[in-house]
Structure formats: structure tokens, C-alpha cells
């Protein structure tokens, strides 16, 4: 309070300095920046000066006279405004001779109609770009604002927040409720509409899917909107351009989501096709190409984003070859991974399901990535391998073979007789060919070789068949068959044996007889197990369902006990 009476002098003498920092230049059109300050800053609001903003523009190479020419003038500003362009004045030059050029475009990159010209020794506004303003205008300001503004309640005008009135906020949350209707309205559209037509194609896909696709072409929809519906509310420029990149970057982002979107969709699609086709190779690639075109989607959406970001993307592209350059130096592993993947495809050494040896990883194929190749083991292990190693390992492919091989020998006792013998080989031949899984064109049952203490035959033959369960179990029904077939002949099976000769003073015994069938009997018996046979039973005998793996348990009824 002491201080007050001695602040109030100097407060009376700082206001006509105050007051002239205030003051708007006075008008100047000898540099390009001076004349955009000379318009721009007579057309502020509170401080216009009709007089001196039209001094800096070239009216009679345009043409206009008379009143017409504040009109275009304040036409020009308020497209520029309501278009969110911002005039950098202070990016302009400040001199009269501007050296290499003989004109000073009003923006770098956009709106090239717009620029001053040198005449007479002032800087003015060409005559193109007074020519250019009606029709800027129009694609600017759509719809008169202005008159129904005037008509509103004096307290609809009043400007509580940053220089923007009541109207305005008012208007600003009556777009955005419109722009959330029109996306939740077009999402719905796409999403029930869009199964429909997909199913009437002939494809089928995830409902997931189609609704994940269908929210960013809303968001699209709520963009268009508030594109249209945001310029009627006649912000500043600065607020315009700062929701006009905020819409373009929306509507780029979302475009960027629906074509990420759609090569899932594609993708659904595509995979449940491969679901349908013999072939796994379409299984293959279904992930591989979903993974590369998601990448490329990224890459070029982010490039598009930056677009409309107004970034210079030239420059940005120049920098990142460099760099993806010296990554390419830094990661040659992962280069050679991605070749790899390449060569998988092209030369096709397994497909996903196939059991493989590779190196001394043993499993089942379940995923071929860019990168690596996912195996599934035996004990249920996920093993990953780079696709450059595969390319350098030999790859044992059991997926691919078509015959399975079974390779044994069965010996039998040295009491059996030579037509005992050849009537078991016989047998087990017609056994195989009764079986429906065994190859009937390649397979060796013969008398092999006298063992240590038993007559050894060679089995050799193949199943057709390209499942590991079904070989283990037509294999298990070959072997019953071929203990059925050795009872029914009288045979034996030898096991490791020594005879020991010991003296003795008592009476020999006699050694029991062997009973052998007669032969008309053996081959009775050996074509009983042939195809049709009353002895042949390529299922093996079955006294339970067998409890096969993946199989249903089938539960007894207490009237079948009772039957």
C-alpha cells in the first residue's frame, strides 16, 4: 500500500507506450513480409483497417475495383482461416530484392496460386492469386455462418475460453456427437452387412474378424464428418489447423486399420480355404504372407500418416535407406533368416504337420515363419530354429514318405519241419495280403539264415499309410495274425537255448513226439488266413474296442449284461 502512490505516476507515463506497442505497424509493402503483415494485421478483429488491407494487391492486373476488392480480401483470410492454413510471415523475406526469384510463393508446399510479385517497387499480391480467391473461398466456406451468428443472443457470443464463444463450444460438442453416431452407424452397417456379403461370395470368415474390420471404417465415417461440420463453426486459424491435422491424422491412422484389418479378414478367409485342400503348402503360407503383408501395411500406413502430417517424407525415406542399409550390415543373421524363408518356400522340403529329423531336432512341423521354423517334439517341446540353419542342414523328412517300413526277423524252434516252415512263410505272406494298409506289390517273407538256437525268417514289407498311429496299429494286427497263423500250424517260437549232453547210467527216456500236422492240413490252414479266408482277420481279434487313442469309451448297459 506504501508503494501504491508512487507506482501510480509511473503507470500514467508507461501507457501511451503501452498503448503504441499496441499499435499496429503502419501499412508497408516494400518486403514480401511487410505487405502479408500489412493484410493480415488490418483484418484482425478489433483493429481493422479497410484502407490498408487491400493497399498490398495487384487490383488492376486482376481486374477489380470499387468495393469488391476488401471483399476479396476479407475472403481470403477467412478461407485461409477456415482451412487451417497458417501464413509463417516471419518465414518470408524481409527485402526488397529478393535474389534469384521474382516472386514469394504464401505457403512452400500447398496452395501454389497463392504469391507475391514484385510491381512497381512494391510487393502485392499477384493478380493470379486475386483471381484465385473466389473459388478458394467457395471450397473453404461452404455455408453462411455469419448471418445466423448475428442473429444469436448476445450471450452465445461471449467468448469465455480462449477467444472462442459459447456458440462455438456449443457447436463443437453437437459435431462430435454426431461424428460418434455416424461411426457407431456405419460400424454397425459394415459389420452386419459385410458377413453377408462375404457369405454370398462363397467365402465364410470370423464375425470377429469382419466387426474388428468394421470400427476403423466408422472411424472413417466420423472423420468425413467432423471434416465437414468443424469449419461451420469459424475458429481461428490456429484451432483449425490444429483440428484439421488432428482429423487427417484420425482418418489416416483408421485407413491404416482397415486395410491391417482386411488382411486379417483375407487372411481368415484364405486359411479356412487351406483348411478345405489336400495340400499344406496353403497352410504354409497363409501366416507367412499375413505377417508380410501386415508389415508392409505398417511401414507404407506409417509413411501415409506422416503425409498428412505435413512431414517431408522425401528427405525422411533418404534417411532411412541409409539406415536400413547399415541394419541390413548389423543383422546379416537376421537377412540370412529371411532368405532362408525364402528358399523353405521355394524348395519345399517339409510342410506344416510333417515329422522330420533336422540336425538332432526330431518332431512334428508347426509353424514356418519369416524368421524361423517352430518344431513341436515328441515330449511336447516347442524348438525353434532359424531358417538359415535349415538351409545348411540336411533335412530328414518322415512326413513325406508314402510307404512306412517294417523290417524284423521271428524265429522258430529246430524241431519244425521244412513244410512247417515253408507253410508259415506262406501264411504270413497271405496275412499281408489280407491286410488293407500293407503295400501288396513290395514286401520279402522268406528262411532267412539257421540262428544260434532258432530258425531265423526275414519279414519285410511296408504299410501305406500316412499317419504314425495306424502304422503302429496295423503293424500290432500283422503281428497277432502271425501268432494265430503259428498256433493253428503247431509252431513254435524259439528262444536262446542250450542243449548239455550229460552221461548217465540210467535207462534213456524217450523223447516225446512233436506232432505235425499233415501237409494237406498246413495249406488248408495257410489259405485260411488269405484274403476271405475263414481264419483271416486283418483287424486283428477283437475282444474290447481296443482303447485307441482319441477313441470314446464305450460304456456298457446293464440289459446287455442281462443278454
Avoid at 452387412?193 to 470377429?208: C, F, L
Wanted: hydrophobic content about 45%; proline content about 6%.
Amino acid at each position: 500500500m506504501r508503494l501504491l502512490p508512487r507506482a501510480l505516476p509511473l503507470a500514467v507515463l508507461l501507457l501511451p507506450a503501452v498503448a503504441a506497442a499496441q499499435e499496429p505497424p503502419p501499412p508497408d509493402c516494400s518486403t514480401p513480409r511487410r505487405a502479408a503483415i500489412t493484410w493480415l494485421g488490418s483484418l484482425q478483429e478489433g483493429a481493422e483497417r479497410p484502407d490498408a488491407a487491400i493497399l498490398c494487391f495487384d487490383w488492376d492486373g486482376a481486374g477489380v475495383s470499387g468495393a469488391e476488392r476488401l471483399d476479396l480480401a476479407t475472403k481470403l483470410k477467412q478461407a485461409l482461416d477456415v482451412g487451417g492454413h497458417w501464413v509463417e510471415v516471419d518465414d518470408l523475406p524481409d527485402e526488397a530484392e529478393v535474389e534469384g526469384t521474382d516472386r514469394v510463393r504464401l505457403f512452400e508446399t500447398k496452395l501454389p496460386d497463392l504469391y507475391y510479385v514484385q510491381k512497381d517497387g512494391q510487393w502485392v499480391l499477384s493478380a493470379r492469386s486475386v483471381r484465385a480467391v473466389p473459388e478458394l473461398h467457395a471450397s473453404a466456406v461452404s455455408f453462411d455462418v455469419e448471418s445466423y451468428v448475428r442473429s444469436l443472443p448476445d450471450w452465445a457470443r461471449v467468448k469465455p475460453l480462449f477467444g472462442i464463444a459459447w456458440w462455438q463450444l456449443i457447436g463443437l460438442l453437437v459435431a462430435v456427437f454426431f461424428g460418434l453416431v455416424a461411426r457407431s452407424v456405419v460400424s454397425w452397417l459394415v459389420a452386419t452387412y459385410g458377413s453377408r456379403v462375404i457369405a454370398r461370395q462363397g467365402q465364410s470368415a470370423d464375425g470377429n474378424v469382419v466387426a474388428q474390420a468394421a470400427r476403423p471404417i466408422g472411424t472413417i465415417a466420423m472423420a468425413g464428418v467432423l471434416w465437414y461440420l468443424l469449419p461451420l463453426l469459424r475458429f481461428s486459424v490456429r484451432v483449425n489447423q490444429i483440428m484439421n491435422l488432428a482429423i487427417r491424422v484420425l482418418a489416416a491412422v483408421a485407413v491404416v486399420v482397415v486395410l491391417y484389418r482386411i488382411v486379417d479378414l483375407l487372411s481368415d478367409i484364405f486359411a479356412r480355404r487351406a483348411q478345405k485342400t489336400d495340400t499344406k503348402l496353403d497352410d504354409q503360407l497363409v501366416p507367412l504372407v499375413r505377417k508380410t503383408l501386415k508389415v508392409f501395411v505398417v511401414v507404407v500406413g506409417a509413411i501415409f500418416v506422416l503425409q498428412n502430417m505435413d512431414v517431408d517424407v522425401t528427405s525422411l525415406l533418404a534417411v532411412g535407406t541409409v539406415g536400413t542399409l547399415a541394419f541390413s550390415f548389423a543383422a546379416q543373421d537376421t537377412v540370412a533368416n529371411l532368405f532362408g524363408s525364402v528358399s523353405i518356400f521355394a524348395d519345399r522340403p517339409f510342410q506344416i504337420g510333417d515329422w522330420v529329423v533336422i540336425g538332432g531336432t526330431e518332431g512334428v512341423v508347426e509353424e514356418v515363419g519369416m524368421r524361423s521354423t517352430r518344431i513341436r517334439t515328441f515330449y511336447n517341446s516347442l524348438i525353434t530354429l532359424p531358417n538359415s540353419l535349415i538351409t545348411k542342414t540336411p533335412v530328414d523328412n518322415y512326413g513325406a514318405r508314402r510307404y512306412r517300413r517294417t523290417s524284423t526277423t521271428v524265429g522258430v524252434t529246430y524241431d519244425t519241419t521244412p513244410e512247417q516252415l515253408q507253410a508259415f512263410c506262406d501264411g504270413i505272406r497271405a496275412i499281408l495280403q489280407s491286410n488293407p494298409h500293407v503295400r501288396k506289390d513290395a514286401y520279402e517273407i522268406h528262411f532267412k539264415a539257421f540262428g544260434a538256437s532258432s530258425l531265423d525268417i526275414m519279414l519285410y514289407f511296408f504299410f501305406e499309410t500316412d499317419s504314425w498311429s495306424v502304422e503302429l496299429r496295423e503293424r500290432h494286427n500283422v503281428f497277432l495274425e502271425i501268432l494265430r497263423l503259428a498256433r493253428e500250424l503247431k509252431i513254435e517260437f524259439a528262444f536262446p537255448t542250450q542243449t548239455l549232453h550229460v552221461a548217465s547210467v540210467t535207462e534213456p527216456q524217450p523223447v516225446p513226439h512233436k506232432e505235425v500236422p499233415p501237409e494237406e492240413a498246413m495249406a488248408a490252414k495257410v489259405i485260411a488266413f488269405a484274403p476271405g479266408g475263414d481264419l483271416s482277420r486283418p483287424a486283428g481279434p477283437r475282444i474290447t474296442d481296443g482303447f485307441f487313442a482319441g477313441q470314446p469309451v464305450r460304456r456298457g448297459r446293464d440289459h446287455d449284461a442281462d443278454g
